[in-house]
């Protein structure tokens, strides 16, 4: 069940509470799958600005070899910016939107990745952009996916707190 649109939430109380959790459960699932695409740009994005800071450095001669070497530095434990401080639900994404990856695939393709160290400054300051872009893009595709969830659980809890749900039916499936 692909996420509803946030118009379709004008009227939850016209759904029955199993549509409401499935509909929940789908947005989730989605939210996984771009919570794992954010994840999957972040490591190129790294990988790019390490490149940029390198060369603002001046530190050492730009080649793949030196690059690979730097990986573990590279990809290792970095501050990231505040997120939404949701917890994920589970790791393993359910649901990847194939034009998602697909853009991810041709922006960060491995020819391309293998590139950087040749690009000039120009293009890899281009190419970080088009990384940040995306990023924002999925972070942006999240944030809708938690208001629609928050949304959704609202109407749950609102189900429960006025005695339209029990907790006695959740034991009885």
């Known amino acids: 069940m692909p996420m509803p649109d946030p118009a379709e939430l004008d009227d939850l109380t016209a759904l029955s509470l ?28 790294d ?15 730009s080649d793949l070899a030196g690059l690979v070497a730097s990986l573990p530095e590279t990809l290792g434990e970095q501050a990231r910016p505040a997120g939404t401080g949701r917890l994920v639900q589970t790791l393993e994404p359910t649901d990847l939107d ?10 960060a393709s491995a020819h391309r990745m293998a590139a950087v160290p040749e690009m000039s400054d120009a293009d890899l300051t281009a190419f970080a952009e088009e990384l940040r872009d995306f990023e924002g893009k999925v972070s942006a595709l999240r944030q809708a996916a938690f208001d629609v969830i928050d949304a959704l659980q609202a109407e749950i809890t ?12 959740l034991l009885e499936t």
Request: with cysteine; proline share 5%.
């Open 47 to 61: 990988i790019v600005r390490h490149e940029l800071a390198r060369r603002a450095d001046g530190s050492g001669p």
């Open 158 to 169: 609102r189900r429960y707190r006025t005695g339209e749900a029990s907790v006695e039916t």
């Open 98 to 107: 194939p034009e998602l990856v697909a853009e991810l695939g041709v922006i």
């Open 18 to 45: 199993e549509d409401v959790r499935a509909r929940r459960d789908a947005c989730v699932g989605e939210e996984t799958g771009l919570s794992y695409l954010r994840r999957m740009v972040q490591g190129p994005l």
